[in-house]
């Protein structure tokens, strides 16, 4: 029994016997087949670099996150600070005020006294 072989250039048929055929059928899949295998490995580690890169991702997007709502709570601390000491810059404005008039007052009151006293 005679199998034939077709050139894929030329298209010329060639005649082999059925052990040859059997022999290139064989070789032909042990070599698909380590392909095949050869691209499996490569897939899964291109899913294993994937998936650490996702995971990496993830990461830095929750870090960032993180570093987000800090910033965010330390921009609340700080405008409380403020308006804080704003606060109190004004109560102390306004005491210092309240003691000026008063000690304004207690010095017009001495001048007063002084010049309607015969002394």
């Known amino acids: 029994m005679t199998d034939t072989l ?3 250039n030329c298209s010329y048929k060639i005649e082999v016997s059925a052990t040859l ?3 290139l059928r ?3 899949r ?3 087949e380590a392909d095949v295998r050869d691209l499996q490995d490569q897939l899964q580690q291109a899913n294993l670099k994937l998936g650490e890169a996702l995971s990496a991702e993830s990461e830095v997007r929750r870090e960032r996150r ?3 709502d800090e ?3 330390l921009e609340l601390t700080i405008k ?3 308006n804080e000491e704003r606060q109190k810059l004004c109560e102390n404005a306004s005491s210092e005020a309240v003691d ?3 000690l304004e007052e207690m010095i017009a009151s001495r001048e007063l006294q002084e010049e309607d006293s015969p002394f």
């Open 100 to 102: 000026d008039a008063a």
């Open 6 to 8: 077709t050139c894929p």
């Open 26 to 28: 064989d070789s032909v």
């Open 21 to 23: 055929a059997a022999q």
């Open 30 to 32: 042990k070599e698909f």
């Open 80 to 82: 409380c600070r403020l």
């Open 71 to 73: 910033k965010r709570q």
């Open 66 to 68: 993180e570093l987000e």
